[in-house]
Nanobody, 126 residues
Framework: QLQASGGGLVQTGGSLRLSCSAS????????MGWFRRAPGKEREFVSA????????KYTDSVQGRFTISRDNAKSTVYLQMNSLKPEDTAVYYC?????????????????????WGQGTQVTVSS
């Protein structure tokens, strides 16, 4: 089970840090991703991180504002979100790729992931 947390209501320009933890499973050998679904839109890729943490990927709209990281000892992945904009408003989901010790060039695609968290709401007011 993946548990996403840390969402909330923040003003434009504010910051939030999302966390994704796994219960009953270590995530240290799996690549992880963050996706989001804005109201009325399809779910989209936000960011991904390799199992080592050395490789990261971001969608263009969050590059330079969001930072993905992981603490394998705590089985937790983070998404630090700075300079938030109203268009960042969405439900954010974390996801896990069950292929161990692998980084995929398709890490921005939903079908690369096998487990999903329940989502955490992020609302950015203007």
């Amino acid at each position: 089970q993946l548990q996403a947390s840390g969402g909330g209501l923040v003003q434009t320009g504010g910051s939030l840090r999302l966390s994704c933890s796994a219960s009953g499973r270590t995530i240290s050998t799996y690549s992880m991703g963050w996706f989001r679904r804005a109201p009325g839109k399809e779910r989209e890729f936000v960011s991904a991180i390799s199992w080592t943490g050395r490789i990261t990927k971001y969608t263009d709209s969050v590059q330079g504002r969001f930072t993905i990281s992981r603490d394998n000892a705590k089985s937790t992945v983070y998404l630090q979100m700075n300079s938030l904009k109203p268009e960042d408003t969405a439900v954010y989901y974390c996801a896990l790729d069950l292929d161990r010790y692998r980084w995929s060039d398709r890490s921005n695609f939903e079908d690369e992931y096998d487990f999903w968290g329940q989502g955490t709401q992020v609302t950015v007011s203007s």
